[in-house]
């Protein structure tokens, strides 16, 4: 049995494909997103194979200045920093809210 969560397929040259387990639209979309404010970014993309099959299909094609698989890894790279943002600001303010009403 494969249990690697990640696996990369370089299709053509600039077309690559990401396949990840465990995953559904949630992830594939927001990758996608993330893929499409990259200017490298020609295309970008994500489907789920099959209803039964727990995972998602992730296509990158770009232009000569960066492999589909940097693009890839980039914007995960923002999406993480992105949340990590979200997180902070959340803590921040619940800190805050805890501080002005007294609550614990």
């Known amino acids: 049995m494969n249990t690697q969560k990640v696996r990369y ?20 979309n927001i990758v996608r997103m993330a893929l499409l ?12 194979p099959h209803p039964l099959v727990d995972e998602i299909e992730i296509k990158a094609q770009t232009t000569d200045e960066k492999k589909p698989s940097k693009a890839i890894e980039d914007s995960c790279d923002d999406l993480i920093q992105h949340v990590d943002s979200i997180e902070m600001k959340f803590r921040n303010a619940m800190m805050r809210y805890k501080g002005e009403s007294g609550h614990n």
């Not at 397929?9 to 594939?28: M, P, Q, S, V, Y």
């Not at 404010?37 to 789920?48: I, L």
């Open 9 to 28: 397929n370089e299709d053509k040259i600039n077309l690559g494909t990401a396949t990840i387990r465990n995953e559904d639209h949630t992830l594939g």
């Open 37 to 48: 404010r990259d200017k490298a970014v020609k295309f970008a993309g994500y489907r789920r």
